[in-house]
């Protein structure tokens, strides 16, 4: 049987918040699978942001297993998180996170100067991912010479240019109107219709259906996980829907 | 990514923002400019004060007798036997006899010029040369003759350049010009060229002095005249049996003490000046912790990208020793402007040529300094960059 790409076993994540425990995340058991194109949805407190920062390899497990193409990450220290990030993940950000001192070009640089690619390929590879998402002609900009919409775009090749396993894209339509941001998921559903996977974390339903699958998050827990195309996708459950509170988003 | 691309990363940086850069820069660039000019000024003075000793001749000792009040004296044949006797130590004598009387030629009284009485091994111990005629000889000492050399001012004021055979009168008594020495000065009046030389026999019997009281000796080694003082002063103490009696002062005794106490003072000075190189440091660090927080969204964000801790850390270190470097460079160039600037006024105010001369090392011990700062004070920010958690570093505003 083929490998899971990402697989979380019993996976918890507890904070601490003054002399409370709060469970971001409550034993919660997942498998996605190369070439899927995931949607994790849930509402703010739902556990969905924790779920995307251990995915991320940003944050770790308190109890369970994350495994990432069959590595364990919380057995990692801070050096190879790292490096798993700038190998395995590429980020799109709600708030694109373009470092505005630099050039569109040297930003899609970012990933490949750590991963240590020579000058040159990475100017080229740079220059072929901005060309994939449209804005090779305006390498030489610097982000806020963009539009919103314009500086996704940049940072979805930046998430692209080192060819990562996983393309975690966190609320990617959030800061922007919704004719961008459909745009912007079309560029998504293109991505993953190419081979990739593509893993989206929002509240927005209308989003969520554009990936194949969802998994649905409530309190910490999964309370769906099927095909985007079955009524039941959309439906919250439980009577705490909504009220949770507490959990950080 | 290495440190190349760290540093360009830096200077960009530091592009970006040219008012601020300079601002932090500015304690460096002060700091250093100020170590250079200090060192050079210290390096100008002792330079300058060890040509006017050498000119004075460094291995030279001068030797003055007070006597005791009693009976007990130094003659000059004594001071003749003492050189003789101990010639592995000392080697030529020269008593020099100063004369009040004025000089005068023609009609002319000269009261600026000096009169001395010395001995034929005088222009050989200061190094003078004779341009004209002869210098004074042992002859002209046995017969206590009314011969004399003149230095090059008198030449050619007075005399026209044609001085030999000339007669100048001191104190009334006529002396017979058979010498002209070679520039020592620089031929104005108030240099060394303004001088009489006469037999320092006839001097003393014209002054009426009994015994001489001041003598120029020279030493066998220079870099043993300590050890030729102490064997004079033995001598001298054994015909005396009295310290008061007598001094001699070693030439390379009191450059060394004038050459150390010179060197405490410009260490001390230019330690105060390396203050303002730490308040220059702590300036860039207060800068890099602003830079810091105000990029915490940028290290989150190269951190989600997969930078490691310690590329975060190196970029910041790089960033903090660029700057400082750049402000050390200023600072030497501000250095190098504000010593020139210094010596030109020195020289036009205060008419002497001393050079305000910056050395290599301490230009070097600058630029290292202000690096090191750089380093030293761009460490904390820079680890508080690297340790700052990625998904915080994300969320903050």
């Known amino acids: 049987m083929e490998t899971p790409l990402i697989a979380f076993e019993e996976v918890s ?3 601490h918040m003054g002399d409370s425990i709060v469970v971001a995340a409550d034993k919660i058991s997942m498998e996605i699978y190369r070439g899927e194109f995931v949607a994790i949805v849930g509402q703010s407190g739902s556990g969905k942001s924790t779920c995307m920062n251990i995915i991320g390899c940003l944050d770790v497990p308190t109890s369970g297993r994350y495994l990432l193409d069959g590595q364990d990450v919380g057995k990692m220290n801070k050096n190879q998180l790292a490096e798993i990030r700038n190998k395995m993940l590429g980020f799109i950000f709600q708030q694109y996170n373009l470092l505005p001192k630099l050039t569109l070009l040297e930003n899609v640089m970012v990933p490949l100067m750590y991963a240590g690619v020579p000058l040159r390929e990475r100017k080229q590879r740079a220059m072929d991912a901005l060309e994939s998402v449209g804005l090779a002609s305006k390498y030489k900009h610097r982000p806020n010479q963009l539009s919103g919409g314009q500086q996704q775009r940049v940072s979805i090749a930046r998430a692209l240019v080192g060819m990562p396993s996983v393309i975690l894209a966190d609320e990617p339509t959030g800061a922007l109107d919704s004719k961008t941001g459909r745009e912007v998921l079309n560029i998504l559903q293109g991505l993953n219709q190419q081979g990739n996977t593509v893993v989206l974390i929002t509240h927005d339903n209308s989003i969520a259906a554009t990936a194949k699958r969802i998994i649905r998050l409530e309190d910490g827990r999964v309370i769906y996980d099927g095909p985007s195309d079955d009524p039941k996708a959309f439906v919250r459950g439980g009577m705490a829907a909504g009220e949770t509170g507490g959990a950080p988003a | 990514m290495n440190v190349m691309e760290s540093f360009k990363m830096a200077v960009s940086n530091i592009r970006t923002s040219k008012m601020r850069s300079f601002l932090t820069m500015l304690g460096i660039i002060i700091g250093v400019a100020a170590v250079i000019v200090i060192v050079g000024l210290g390096n100008g003075m002792e330079i300058y004060m060890t040509e006017q000793f050498e000119s004075m001749g460094t291995n030279t000792l001068s030797v003055s007798i007070y006597g005791r009040g009693t009976g007990r004296t130094v003659s000059d044949e004594d001071m003749y036997d003492i050189v003789e006797r101990n010639s592995d130590a000392l080697e030529l004598l020269s008593p020099t006899v100063t004369m009040q009387s004025p000089a005068k030629i023609g009609t002319e009284t000269i009261t600026s010029t000096s009169i001395t009485g010395v001995s034929e091994d005088y222009f050989t111990i200061k190094d003078y040369d004779v341009a004209m005629g002869r210098g004074l000889q042992y002859v002209d000492m046995l017969k206590r003759s009314r011969v004399c050399v003149v230095g090059t001012y008198l030449n050619q004021e007075y005399f026209g350049g044609n001085a030999l055979g000339q007669t100048v009168k001191i104190g009334g008594t006529p002396f017979t010009v058979v010498g002209v020495l070679n520039e020592i000065g620089d031929s104005t009046e108030y240099s060394s060229d303004n001088a009489i030389f006469v037999p320092y026999t006839t001097a003393a019997r014209l002054s009426n002095m009994g015994t001489i009281s001041s003598y120029t000796v020279t030493v066998t080694d220079v870099n043993n005249s300590t050890w030729s003082k102490g064997v004079l002063e033995k001598e001298l103490f054994d015909i005396f049996e009295d310290e008061n009696a007598y001094t001699v002062i070693s030439m390379a005794e009191i450059l060394d003490l004038m050459t150390q106490m010179l060197d405490v003072m410009i260490t ?30 940028e290290i989150g964000v190269r951190k989600a990208l997969g930078a490691k801790e310690r590329y975060i850390m190196s970029q910041f270190v790089i960033e903090a020793a ?29 008419d002497t040529d001393l050079t305000v001369t910056p050395s290599a090392g301490s230009i070097a011990l600058a630029v290292g300094i202000s690096v090191a700062i750089g ?8 680890k508080k960059a690297a340790r700052l958690n990625p998904i915080d570093a994300l969320r903050h505003d």
Not at chain 2, 282 to 291: A, D, R
């Open chain 2, 375 to 382: 380093i030293l004070f761009g460490y904390l920010p820079a």
């Open chain 1, 13 to 15: 994540k507890l904070y």
């Open chain 2, 268 to 297: 001390v000075l230019a330690a105060i000046a390396a203050i303002s190189l730490v308040v220059g440091g702590i300036g860039i660090m207060n800068i890099m912790l602003v830079s810091v927080s105000e990029r915490t969204r």
């Open chain 2, 322 to 350: 660029t700057t400082s470097a750049i402000g050390g460079a200023v600072g030497i160039a501000f250095g190098q402007g504000l010593s020139s600037l210094a010596t030109v006024i020195i020289v036009n105010a205060l």
